[in-house]
């Protein structure tokens, strides 16, 4: 008779090795491996199975080492106090009312050397019932008024991080929102500077040091970008700002992103190779980083090490884990490092499997996929000339045509606009390299010369558009499409 019990050990084991192995396993498939088959029995039995192995994943959680440098520095002294609240609880419930004093004592002196004051907040709050219930009136009075005053240091921080978050969600947002934060950005600033003058916390300067960057970020002044992130390191190491809130980690994502965007892509790339060092394999922001190290990359025109970069992040047992939205940017990566290798570069199997890449059926506008829209319809352009293949080839123009007609119009727009003009001189001059060369002379000189626009308003670069032609130009002289 087949055993339903979910209590066997051996069944949770071989229910947490499945869903380690595949974590897109449905219920149904993760029951019949357990079970042999899948019936209403067995996916009864499946879900207090996965209830008790969920339960046991999450009583690790306790364990986890939280001291790796390459972590986020304020979750270790975070988690800390939120250590030290939980056994006070405990204690408080049990009538260890002389331990629970020394705990919120030592959880109190945690927060304020983190500047944490929600949680000095709650242990000043508990001592002061603490005292109140002992009757002792003169330590009651005393955490009562520090207690007022981190309740006001409280309400700034809150206002401050609504302002932070409001403009981050708006961000987030199609171009168009994006646009109208620009006009706002002064009256943000200024609100969270005077809130940064009343509470003097690292919560109010964090507010206010995230709002200058995404100022100088939707301004398209990337150098700003640069002098602030320095800055702030000069401070950290100069003992100005928290250093156990201070996350350096981002500090250096900026920094690489605005050399990226700014064309300091040499300098960028040697700062990357540092900062690579400095974060966790299991960070959120991990992918995020390494997709910016390997545009700088390209940008540099080092694509041999582009392609390492390339094989380190499929090698992330992570990568499988990513939103959806993010394995796709990863895809046309992958497209773009794959398309500007030498042909010994890469095995025939895998030009092969190019050649069937989703890419090739991507729509002409998408909006999940804000900002890459250009590079998808110039990738599907740039195959088929290399296969030489015209039909296709004339379609992908006729789209680009009717792109740049609906949604590059306006002057932020003007790079793509202008990359976008000069393939269109592809049909006219009958595919012929030299005199392309020749008439995209003035084209190119513009495309040289317009100015790199804020990211509210830009279409991403993976190869800088001027290599894009250039590469164009190689392929056509390999042969003409027929």
Not at 200 to 229: K, P, S, V, W
Not at 426 to 445: H, I, N, S, Y
Request: charged share 25%.
């Amino acid at each position: 008779m087949l055993d339903l019990d979910a209590r066997q050990p051996g069944k949770e084991t071989q229910l947490a090795t499945i869903l380690a192995a595949d974590s897109h396993i449905t219920n149904a498939q993760a029951a019949k491996q357990v079970y042999g088959k899948s019936s209403d029995a067995s996916q009864t039995a499946f879900l207090r199975l996965r209830a008790r192995v969920q339960d046991k994943l999450l009583n690790h959680l306790f364990f986890l080492d939280h001291t790796d440098a390459r972590l986020f520095v304020a979750r270790r002294y975070e988690l800390e106090c939120l250590d030290l609240l939980h056994k006070v609880t405990i204690l408080y419930l049990e009538g260890e009312y002389s331990l629970s004093e020394r705990l919120l004592r030592r959880c109190l002196r945690q927060a304020e050397k983190g500047e944490f004051t929600k949680y000095a907040e709650q242990a000043c709050q508990r001592l002061a019932t603490l005292y109140a219930e002992q009757r002792q009136l003169h330590k009651y009075n005393a955490y009562s008024k520090q207690l007022a005053k981190l309740r006001q240091l409280l309400v700034y921080e809150q206002e401050a991080e609504k302002l932070s978050i409001e403009v981050r969600l708006t961000m987030t947002r199609a171009v168009t929102m994006r646009r109208t934060l620009l006009p706002k950005m002064p009256a943000y600033i200024e609100q969270a500077e005077q809130l940064h003058l009343k509470a003097n916390t690292f919560a109010t300067y964090i507010a206010l040091y995230r709002l200058r960057l995404t100022q100088a970020e939707l301004t398209g002044h990337y150098d700003e970008i640069i002098r602030f992130t320095t800055a702030a390191t000069q401070q950290l190491r100069q003992g100005k700002l928290n250093e156990r809130r201070f996350d350096q980690r981002f500090n250096q994502f900026m920094s690489v992103y605005a050399h990226l965007r700014s064309r300091q892509y040499k300098a960028g790339l040697k700062l990357a190779e540092d900062f690579a060092t400095h974060l966790h394999p299991t960070s959120n922001n991990w992918f995020y980083f390494y997709e910016h190290y390997l545009l700088l990359a390209l940008h540099a025109g080092e694509y041999d090490h582009a392609l390492r970069l390339l094989h380190v992040a499929h090698k992330n047992p992570s990568f499988p884990k990513q939103r959806p939205a993010a394995q796709e940017r990863w895809q046309l990566l992958q497209a773009y490092v794959e398309f500007v290798q030498p042909e010994e570069a890469l095995p025939t199997r895998r030009r092969n499997q190019m050649a069937t890449s989703a890419l090739l059926v991507v729509p002409e506008f998408t909006r999940d996929k804000r900002g890459h829209n250009v590079a998808i319809l110039v990738f599907q352009l740039l195959h088929y000339l290399r296969q030489r293949e015209l039909e296709p080839v004339l379609s992908r123009l006729e789209r680009l045509r009717k792109y740049q007609q609906r949604h590059l119009r306006d002057a932020a727009t003007l790079r793509s606009r202008t990359l976008l003009r000069l393939l269109m001189l592809l049909p006219e001059a009958e595919f012929d390299p030299e005199v392309l060369a020749k008439r995209g002379q003035v084209r190119l000189a513009q495309l040289s010369q317009a100015p790199m626009v804020g990211d509210a308003d830009a279409e991403v670069e993976i190869i800088p558009y001027e290599r894009l032609w250039e590469l164009t130009l190689d392929i056509l002289r390999a042969g003409k499409p027929e």
